[in-house]
């Protein structure tokens, strides 16, 4: 069994208590590794390290272009050894390999694009039309960045959160989650040879233990976190005690909303990505489908047949097509989610069955759910379930199909499927999302904005401000000319 340690300035570093936490492998049931139980203790050894970092050495001096060259270096290097990393992340979160290979392929694209990004860092100058001085506003880093992040994709999520935060000039800390945190050990490990030590560290452990510690050390500047609305109240409460910036990504229940006029088979292949890939375990999965009364029959039967289609196997398999959910007390939550809703009364018209593929018979699948009859009340509409679970209703006119798409707490994204363009466009300014895909689904880009509305967030993460965000701006007025005397008539 692998045992995970801290990996703090540079090295891996025994947890302060000597406790570890067991990591299972969701396709078989077994642990195969341990990670460091962090404590309070651990959470200041790590800051204090990052702050090292920012205060003396080479970090604390470099310029944005010297930050881009080790980024571009850190793109290099993921570009020729992701492959390494691969393994870890299947064996924590399950997820199949042929999704975790496209992300890991191109995690080196974000950390270049945030090698160019930091290359934009400059002052600028202000005309305030006071004569006799200048103003001038410099850009600074907060100094450490706490980065707590979810079970789902860790390294893509930390990617979106240190190529910003580095390219800025500030080091991170990260706290991955419990359930997942040997991709992001790997990763900080690898990083080592091109970054300098103290400038990214991991810490594991339970939230409450060594997150919320992490969240208020007063070494602490600035706070990015991805997690459910649960964890986000928390973490924020714990930042505001220290007037801390934050950035909370959230969870998400995104419509699809799909008119009589769409291409019924795009749509199905947007909503099957949008609910099935990574087995609905998404922020962005769009896990309730609003579809116009005159085509919901055949759309509904078109997605029952391709989700019945899928194969389920083992998560290291390129040919699977269902992997295991991420960890048992999700998979609990998951099947007593699909329980609830038939109880309720939704009509299951497929899936939503525990699987017991050969090989891997003890781990956590479950077969894609569809349920249509859901109505307003049910918990299947109102709840994040973050699982494989598709749930339906029909609408009979435009302004019904937004009521019931904004008829969430959450605001992450939304789908629109029309061949009417002036009906696309409405919608997305009417529904509340931080991201509306029409005609399509699911992209995500470095150069465009993600974060939500409503319960989903604050904050954006990506997009053009990325890097602003983990930046301090500083206003230095210069005077040029003598001050006037305020009080000239006591003058001499
Ligand atoms: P979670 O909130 O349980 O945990 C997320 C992280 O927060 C973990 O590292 C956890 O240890 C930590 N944490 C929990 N309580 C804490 C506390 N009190 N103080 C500090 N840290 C704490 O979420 P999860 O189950 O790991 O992930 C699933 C959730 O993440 C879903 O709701 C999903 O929608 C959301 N998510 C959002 C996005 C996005 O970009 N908006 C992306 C991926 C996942």
Known sequence: MKTYQHFIAGEWSEPSERCYIETVNPATDEVWAQIARGTPADADVAVRAAHGAVTTGAWAASTPGQRAKTLAELADLLEARWPELVEAEIRDNGKRIAEVNGQFAGLHAWYRHFAAEALNISAEHLETGFPG????????????????????????????KLGPALAAGNAVVIKPSEMASASTLEFAALAGDVLPAGVVNVITGYGHEVGEALVRHALVGKVTFTGSDRGGVKVAEAAASGIKPVTLELGGKAPQVVFADADLDN????ILSGIFLSNGQTCVAGARLIVEREVHDELAGKLKDRAQGLTAGDPLDPATEIAPLANKPHLDK????????????AKCI????????????DGYFVSPAIFSGVTQEMELWREEIFGPVLAITAFDDEDEAVRLANDTDYGLAAGIWTSDEARGARLAAQIAAGTVYINHYRNVAAGSPIGGYKRSGYGRELGP??????????????????????????AG
Request: include cysteine; proline fraction near 11%.
């Open 133 to 160: 001085v200048e103003n001038t506003l410099h850009y600074e880093p907060f100094g450490v960045v706490a980065a707590i992040t979810p079970w789902n994709s860790p390294l893509m999520i930390a990617a979106w």
């Open 267 to 270: 749509a199905a292949n947007g």
């Open 334 to 345: 998951v099947i007593s989610s699909i329980e609830k809703a038939r109880a309720e009364g």
């Open 350 to 361: 497929c899936g939503g069955e525990r699987l017991r593929p050969p090989g891997c018979s």
């Open 465 to 490: 401000d990325a890097v602003k965000d983990f930046l301090q701006v500083k206003s230095v007025w210069k005077g040029t000319a003598p001050m006037p005397d305020p009080f000239p008539q006591h």
